[in-house]
């Protein structure tokens, strides 16, 4: 069944936890949370504190994507602050493969990421380090932008691969996901779907993510 990662960039701060909570009961799988540090994106969001601040409101796997440059300096923090799986750029890492290894050596799921330019033969190498992959559908750092059918092709490419050398790591998609192109992401091979402004901006968030999973 494909799980559902609401992106927390979609909620309201004011009530943080309030919202992580009720998209746990609607029924979310993980929860998503984007690091964004105004220089491998321009944007900046938050940081740990934020992570530690709903840590202990929440038994949802915390899904933490750091668009960040060299993530490496700050896996032990992110550790700390309740993370259960670290997913990185290959873009943004000057080592990736000692990166993945560091996360996992702290007893942590391990992603990469790709942004929408990035083709997949850029992290084939990386493959059997990763409990997940990452395709951005979108360019990362702003939410709201419209999804790039582009992604389709790069799922369709890890799923290949997955099988072929067989690996178990999970696809996630994020970017503009809606009813329509969940559909075609879960057709080309997603196991997650992340979803922000579909889930937390909708008056009845239950039947957002049931929609979505179907």
Do not use: W
């Not at 998609?173 to 809606?178: L, R, W």
């Amino acid at each position: 069944m494909t799980k559902i990662s609401p992106s927390i960039l979609a909620a309201d701060f004011s009530k943080l936890g309030e919202d992580v909570a009720s998209v746990e009961n609607a029924g979310a799988d993980m929860l998503h949370i984007d690091i964004m540090d105004g220089m491998f994106v321009p944007n900046i969001s938050f940081g740990m504190p934020i992570i530690s601040s709903i840590r202990p409101k929440s038994k949802m796997f915390f899904d933490v994507h750091l668009m960040i440059c060299e993530p490496i300096r700050y896996i032990s923090e992110f550790k700390k602050s309740g993370a259960d799986l670290i997913t990185v750029h290959v873009e943004a890492c000057e080592d990736p493969e000692k990166t993945l290894k560091a996360i996992r050596e702290l007893g942590l799921k391990s992603g990469i990421s790709i942004k929408p330019g990035t083709p997949v033969s850029d992290i084939r190498e990386l493959l059997p380090l990763c409990d997940l992959v990452l395709v951005m559908s979108v360019e990362p750092g702003f939410g709201g932008q419209k999804f790039m059918p582009i992604a389709l092709d790069k799922i369709k490419e890890l799923d290949t691969l997955r099988k072929e050398l067989s690996l178990s790591y999970e696809i996630e998609v994020d970017g503009g996901i809606n009813e329509e192109t969940a559909k075609l992401c879960v057709d080309a091979g997603v196991d997650i779907l992340v979803a922000g402004s579909s889930v937390f901006r909708s008056d009845d968030r239950k039947a957002a993510i049931d929609i979505l999973r179907k």
